[in-house]
């Protein structure tokens, strides 16, 4: 009779499956007693809980379309963040593009968008045949600046031509100042969308980020704070909204059961295997959260004191969820400039990357409309962000700290 064999965490394996996974372990081991591993910015960060909840939601045969782990990740997202009501996506790139769709924007308008993002929030506007105008950031919070989003509109507004909406970015986990930017959209009645994507577990005054405006978005894509894999939620604090958007994101299929259309949907809906997954990774958020803080902290002090060396500004009307930590490189200061400084820390296997390259620069946005440009264009000249992964060992953060320590001067 065979003998029963188990893996570390217990699972119990035979013949084949049994001898495939020693091989597995001890090449692991041999890797990484011999070879440095490349340090990433910000891998997936996932665990047995997880393995196990996306397990149980597949041997429920939940597989798809869609099934009670959306439901309870909704539930879950709603609850963390105190909103009416969510809606779980395929991508917070969805979410942006639905987000818009409902506020009304159409073919012909223009939505506000700032400079300094990711192309997504840019992309989203697009979809809707609307374009997009840009704006630029405060250095306070590298985020929308309000006085030049007021400005914007009123110069609009004289010529009888206000956007259809404004997107506003939270970027690299830290809140855009939603005051002043809900006080300038308030004054025109323009609706305000929020580009959390980036912020999940951040807050502003004590408000979660993505509950504010008309509607939030978030996103699980791999690489950032929680990950589905690929997944997105849109929350609002009007529940008829994010019904709206569930009804849009199932190919607007009216309630009959034989498949009645009255208007173009999506497919963007997400699946129940990411719900399962979504909601095992939001039980585990403010460790992340915890994690990732001890990572930024951990650069602030030991970078400090390294001349030309700076930090993405902490406003303090909020909390950062610690999504990236980004320093800036004053090149003379510091002796290379930030593309060096990523070469060289390339060259000494460890992922980093220039802060956003804003949305004015793209060639894909050439000949759009940018009030201002000068703060998003300098934060991308000397922004880096660096390894901030909830799972970076402190020897290998050591080893980031060393790199950029060794070129300076
Ligand atoms: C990641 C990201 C998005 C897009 O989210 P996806 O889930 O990848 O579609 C949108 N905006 C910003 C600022 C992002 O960082």
């Known amino acids: 009779m065979e003998r029963e064999r188990k893996s570390l965490t217990g699972e119990s394996l035979s013949g084949s499956r049994y001898f495939e996974y020693r091989l597995n372990t001890a090449l692991k081991t041999a890797l990484e007693t011999h070879f440095v591993a490349r340090i990433l910015l910000s891998p997936p960060h996932v665990t047995d809980l997880d393995r196990q909840a996306l397990l149980e939601a597949f041997d429920s045969n939940w597989i798809a379309p869609t099934g009670p782990a959306v439901a309870g990740f ?69 985020n929308l600046d309000p006085d030049l989003l007021g400005e914007d509109l009123a110069a609009q507004a004289r010529r009888g031509r206000l956007p259809a909406a404004v997107i506003s970015v939270d970027l690299y986990g830290h809140c855009a100042d939603y005051d002043r930017i809900e006080a300038a959209c308030a004054e025109f009645e323009v609706p305000l969308i929020v580009d959390a994507a980036e912020a999940l577990g951040a807050t502003y005054r004590g408000r979660p980020a993505g509950s504010m405006g008309f509607a939030g978005v978030f996103s699980f894509n791999g690489n950032k704070i929680l990950t589905t894999s690929g997944g997105g939620m849109l929350v609002s604090n009007d529940a008829a909204i994010v019904e709206r958007v569930r009804f849009l994101s199932t190919q607007a299929r009216e309630p009959e059961l034989h498949y009645e259309h009255r208007e173009i949907g999506f497919n963007y809906r997400m699946s129940n295997l990411l719900g399962a997954l979504g909601r095992s990774q939001l039980d585990q958020l403010d460790d992340r959260i915890g994690a990732r803080q001890i990572v930024e902290q951990r650069y602030r002090d030991q970078l400090a004191d390294i001349a030309g060396v700076g930090f993405l500004p902490r406003p303090d009307y909020g909390t950062p969820n610690h999504w990236l930590t980004v320093i800036t490189i004053d090149a003379d200061a510091y002796g290379l400039s930030s593309d060096e400084l990523i070469a060289k820390l390339d060259a000494d296997d460890i992922e980093a990357r220039p802060a956003w390259k804003p949305m004015h620069q793209q060639p894909v946005f050439a000949g759009l409309p940018c009030r201002g440009g000068a703060v998003a264009d300098e934060i991308f000249a000397t922004g880096v962000c660096l390894p901030s992964g909830s799972a970076l060992t402190e020897r290998d953060q050591q080893r980031v700290i060393a790199t950029i320590r060794s070129h300076h001067g």
């Open 74 to 142: 909704e539930a879950d997202i709603t609850a963390r963040t105190g909103v009416a009501d969510a809606a779980a996506l395929s991508s917070g790139t969805a979410g942006l593009h639905l987000a818009l769709l409902v506020a009304g924007v159409a073919r012909g308008d223009e939505v506000i968008v700032p400079t300094a993002t990711f192309v997504a929030t840019a992309n989203a506007v697009t979809y809707t045949g609307a374009t997009p105008r840009f704006v630029d950031s405060e250095s306070a919070s590298w």
